[in-house]
């Protein structure tokens, strides 16, 4: 478990990390460095090659990772602690860059990745639905599809007569393309839920932001590409039908 993988799709070769659930779920909740040192050792005794122990947690899950005291939170009561142990060489276990261990240390076999999401409530996420399980959430999607489309459409017309995605203006609608993409925006609970209706009009603005910076880049920039004929960008032009991420 403890080392990276390789799966494909297409030809696209992918490397796989996986993640330790029980270190995770422990470090959500509230850790001890020797007790995560112990941890480790326990379960990585007798490899015989360089292990990659890696935990996954979104930040602002949690009360502890949100702990205003800051001896008493993730960063003053584990990691500070524990960077403080590494360096006086009290630990086995040291934090690495993927990117370093992957070099050193090269994806061993091929597995097959079987689609799903994160478990959450009671749905293993096989489905997507806590994303896409509502029609407001699937128009969403569609509406960032199609901006998608039109940004791979604009940097393949540029391409050829500029220098593609180094331009400013196609960097900075990726970056608000990227933005709406996150599944942060299209998660949620049934439409109409309390917790669903008090998350609603943050995400649904931010996401609409994202959509409408990038979109409007794309526009003006077919605008100009066109001579200045905006008629002739009409199918470009943003917004596309009122689509909002979830009710």
């Known amino acids: 478990m403890y080392r990276a993988h390789v ?7 992918i490397k796989v990390i996986p993640r330790d659930r029980d270190l995770t779920d422990a470090q959500e909740s509230g850790l001890d460095p020797v007790w995560f040192e112990g941890e480790v050792r326990s379960k990585t005794a007798g490899a015989s090659q360089p292990c990659l122990v890696t935990t996954w947690t979104d930040g602002e ?13 993730f960063w003053g009561h584990f990691f500070a602690p524990y960077m403080e142990r590494v360096r006086s060489n009290q630990m086995t ?5 993927l990117s370093r261990f992957l070099a050193e240390n090269p994806p061993q076999g091929k597995v097959e990745v079987q689609t799903g999401a994160w478990n959450v409530g009671s749905t293993s996420g096989y489905d997507f639905s806590q994303w896409a399980g509502w029609v407001s959430q699937r128009k969403a999607l569609e509406a960032i599809w199609q901006l998608s489309r039109r940004y791979q459409e604009c940097t393949r017309s540029f391409s050829a007569h500029r220098e593609g995605i180094t331009d400013p203006a196609l960097r900075r609608a990726r970056e608000c393309i ?7 925006y299209l998660f949620g609970e049934m439409p109409g839920s309390p917790s669903s209706t008090r998350k609603s009009a943050s995400r649904t603005n931010g996401w609409t932001n994202s959509c409408s910076e990038g979109g409007a880049i794309l526009y003006e920039m077919l605008v100009l590409r066109s001579g200045g004929k905006r008629g002739l960008c009409r199918l470009w032009a ?3 039908p009122p689509a909002r991420p979830y009710s």
């Open 7 to 13: 799966t494909e799709y297409g030809r696209a070769k």
């Open 61 to 73: 899950n949690g009360g502890w990772f949100r702990q205003m005291d800051g001896a008493a939170g």
């Open 93 to 97: 276990a040291r934090p690495i860059s």
């Open 178 to 184: 990227l933005r709406a993409e996150t599944s942060c």
């Open 238 to 240: 943003w917004p596309l």
